[in-house]
């Protein structure tokens, strides 16, 4: 099998040749960024050949990277959590093996229909029966409803979610927010591109489909949640 080991150093020097075209070099970086994803993988999929831990966690945070909740098990992509796993490849349980998983702003990193259908189903599958499973996204009916103004709502909110980015200076109309919620370019390889927008009804949709009994409107709690998602996200909990 080819070697993305190698891959990725060729990637490296095509990267670091100021010949390499703009257009050329994001390609590269997202592929860079993949292989080393992968590599990660690949290290905890060793330890745990049959795709699931021994362990079964009550609780589970997924994607919630230096946001790590007391008394949850925190699987990511990346450090610094519990386990290094691509949930793109399944959730890493044993079938009815935990009774909540938390996520926000995680979900609208991920492929829209295969990997987001994908981890649904994979949900259902490792909650016990009653088990929940609670998700927040940035609101896209919430930047939708501002489109049509005032501005001030909308400085508000991009100084609430993009103030420290290096790209707040390009981001400062209206439809750069909706943009931002849809997209989230950077040419920053800390962030990741949002892949598909969400409201509560494609919430709804999305678990019921996949044989969760009921999805409500969840109630923020800064115990669990990141306090500075509260403002522009949308939360339900899907229970099994
Ligand atoms: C925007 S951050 C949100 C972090 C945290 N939940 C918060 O609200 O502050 C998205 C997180 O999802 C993780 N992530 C994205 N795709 C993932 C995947 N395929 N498998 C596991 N984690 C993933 C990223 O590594 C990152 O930590």
């Given at each position: 099998?080819?070697?993305?080991?190698?891959?990725?150093?060729?990637?490296?020097?095509?990267?670091?040749?100021?010949?390499?075209?703009?257009g050329?070099?994001?390609?590269?970086?997202?592929?860079?960024?993949?292989?080393?994803?992968?590599?990660?993988?690949?290290?905890?999929?060793?330890?745990?050949?049959?795709?699931?831990?021994?362990?079964?966690?009550?609780?589970?945070?997924?994607?919630?990277g230096?946001?790590?909740?007391?008394?949850?098990?925190?699987?990511?992509?990346?450090?610094?959590?519990?386990?290094?796993?691509?949930?793109?490849?399944?959730?890493?349980?044993?079938?009815?093996?935990?009774?909540?998983?938390?996520?926000?702003?995680?979900?609208?990193?991920?492929?829209?229909?295969?990997?987001?259908?994908?981890?649904?189903?994979?949900?259902?599958?490792?909650?016990?029966?009653?088990?929940?499973?609670?998700?927040?996204?940035?609101?896209?009916?919430?930047?939708?409803?501002?489109?049509?103004?005032?501005?001030?709502?909308?400085?508000?909110?991009?100084?609430?979610?993009?103030?420290?980015?290096?790209?707040?200076?390009?981001?400062?109309?209206?439809?750069?927010l909706?943009?931002?919620?849809?997209?989230?370019?950077?040419?920053?390889?800390?962030?990741?591109?949002?892949?598909?927008?969400?409201?509560?009804?494609?919430?709804?949709?999305?678990?019921?489909?996949?044989?969760?009994?009921?999805?409500?409107?969840?109630?923020?709690?800064?115990?669990?949640?990141?306090?500075?998602?509260?403002?522009?996200s949308?939360?339900?909990?899907?229970?099994?």
């Amino acid at each position: 099998m080819p070697s993305a080991d190698l891959l990725g150093e060729q990637i490296h020097a095509i990267l670091a040749d100021s010949a390499t075209t703009h257009g050329l070099a994001r390609t590269l970086r997202a592929a860079a960024k993949e292989i080393e994803l992968h590599r990660y993988h690949y290290a905890s999929r060793r330890a745990w050949p049959n795709g699931w831990i021994n362990d079964k966690p009550a609780k589970v945070q997924i994607g919630g990277g230096a946001h790590r909740i007391d008394g949850f098990f925190n699987i990511d992509l990346v450090p610094p959590a519990d386990l290094l796993w691509d949930i793109r490849e399944g959730i890493p349980l044993q079938d009815g093996s935990t009774a909540e998983i938390f996520s926000e702003h995680f979900l609208e990193h991920i492929d829209y229909p295969r990997s987001a259908k994908h981890y649904v189903r994979e949900a259902r599958r490792v909650l016990v029966p009653g088990g929940r499973i609670i998700t927040g996204v940035p609101d896209a009916a919430f930047a939708l409803n501002q489109y049509p103004g005032p501005l001030d709502a909308t400085d508000e909110t991009i100084d609430r979610w993009y103030s420290k980015r290096d790209c707040l200076r390009d981001v400062n109309t209206r439809l750069d927010l909706v943009n931002l919620v849809f997209r989230d370019q950077d040419d920053d390889p800390t962030y990741t591109p949002h892949l598909w927008a969400y409201d509560h009804e494609k919430l709804v949709q999305l678990f019921t489909e996949a044989g969760f009994t009921t999805v409500e409107p969840w109630t923020f709690d800064s115990t669990m949640a990141n306090p500075k998602r509260r403002w522009g996200s949308v939360y339900v909990v899907a229970t099994r």
